[in-house]
């Protein structure tokens, strides 16, 4: 990809322990998360496991909450080679829905 607006540099130390702090603080709280909220996960991402999507779909306290999971798709969902089944229809139709894409450690949800 040689698009400039992708960031292809090195993430820092202090990133990567301010995130997983944050996803800590997240799954301590996520029965108090009661907003509506869209998740849109390909199941073949090795970044972002879809074991944990859906472990923080099923936890939220949200009467209002959707998943969508992608076979054959990985972590960058509108890049992929099968970004033609994902379409703005998937998240349109969620109407009130608040779209946002949420990292959980893998480890903590494999079997």
């Not at 009467?63 to 089944?85: C, G, N, P, R, W």
Request: proline letters at 3%; hydrophobic letters at 45%.
């Amino acid at each position: 990809m040689n698009d400039p607006l992708v960031y292809k540099g090195s993430l820092r130390a202090r990133w990567g322990h301010e995130m997983l702090k944050a996803m800590d603080s997240i799954m301590a709280n996520l029965g108090q998360i009661e907003w509506p909220f869209l998740i849109l996960q390909g199941e073949a991402d090795r970044i972002v496991s879809s074991k944990g999507a859906t472990t923080f779909c099923a936890g939220a306290a949200s009467v209002d909450k959707t998943i969508k999971l992608y076979s054959a798709a990985f972590h960058e969902l509108l890049f992929d080679s099968d970004a033609a089944q994902v379409r703005a229809p998937d998240c349109l139709t969620a109407g009130s829905h608040v779209s946002f894409s949420i990292g959980i450690r893998r480890y903590r949800f494999l079997d």
